[in-house]
């Protein structure tokens, strides 16, 4: 499986990433591997979703990141505290939503 993953740092701004090792990329966040989220440690996982391809997962995780500007108009939607609704169609095949 591959996953994207939405991680809220300490500062209460989200991160959001991809992976096929989910516990493996929590870790390194939180150890301060990873330079996006190490001066704001811990971290904690919100939301993760699996995909069967890691092309689906990639797709999915620019779809998100994509959002930004259109949601909120600015320029990175997973640096602020903002959670905006993201439209998932609940019937597609493609991947399971977790929410934490």
Do not use: C, W
């Not at 516990?23 to 993760?48: C, D, F, I, M, W």
């Amino acid at each position: 499986m591959y996953y994207i993953y939405i991680l809220r740092m300490e500062n209460n701004k989200l991160y959001a990433g991809h992976t096929y090792d989910l516990q493996k990329s929590l870790a390194e966040h939180n150890r301060g591997g990873v330079s996006a989220t190490q001066n704001n440690r811990p971290v904690r996982l919100v939301l993760y979703a699996a995909f069967e391809t890691d092309e689906n997962a990639r797709q999915f995780e620019k779809y998100l990141k994509a959002l930004r500007v259109k949601l909120l108009g600015i320029s990175d939607l997973f640096k602020t505290s903002a959670t905006p609704a993201i439209p998932v169609d609940p019937l597609s095949k493609k991947f399971q939503l977790f929410i934490m």
